[in-house]
């Protein structure tokens, strides 16, 4: 394995941290560089956080530069979930 690895994983699914630590465990004995995120109590479903995360990652290690802070990207489910927040919308 060459170059830089992110790893994202949900605490809430089934099966998928303890996959992913094993996957861990095994780069780690390797001596193989991993950087992991972990969602303690949630899905590894995408959202505007999950997507930023990546976003940065890859600005960070392709085109060596440094993200900008505090920047918040929305997705456009995020945008349309928070409009259905009241449930009189959805009827």
Same mark, same amino acid.
């Given at each position: 394995?060459?170059?830089?690895?992110?790893?994202?994983?949900?605490?809430?699914?089934?099966?998928?941290?303890?996959?992913?630590?094993?996957? =861990?465990?095994?780069?780690? /004995?390797?001596?193989?560089?991993?950087?992991?995120?972990?969602?303690?109590?949630? +899905?590894? @479903?995408? $959202?505007?956080?999950?997507?930023?995360?990546?976003?940065?990652?890859?600005?960070?290690?392709?085109?060596? =530069?440094?993200?900008?802070? /505090?920047?918040?990207?929305?997705?456009?489910?995020?945008?349309?979930?928070?409009? +259905?927040? @009241?449930? $009189?919308?959805?009827?």
């Amino acid at each position: 394995m060459e170059g830089k690895l992110l790893l994202i994983a949900g605490g809430l699914e089934f099966g998928t941290p303890a996959s992913t630590l094993r996957l =861990v465990e095994a780069l780690h /004995n390797a001596n193989k560089d991993v950087d992991m995120l972990l969602l303690p109590n949630l +899905f590894t @479903d995408p $959202s505007g956080y999950t997507f930023r995360r990546e976003w940065d990652y890859m600005v960070t290690h392709l085109q060596h =530069v440094t993200p900008p802070k /505090n920047f918040k990207l929305t997705l456009f489910l995020d945008e349309t979930a928070s409009e +259905f927040d @009241d449930i $009189s919308m959805l009827v």
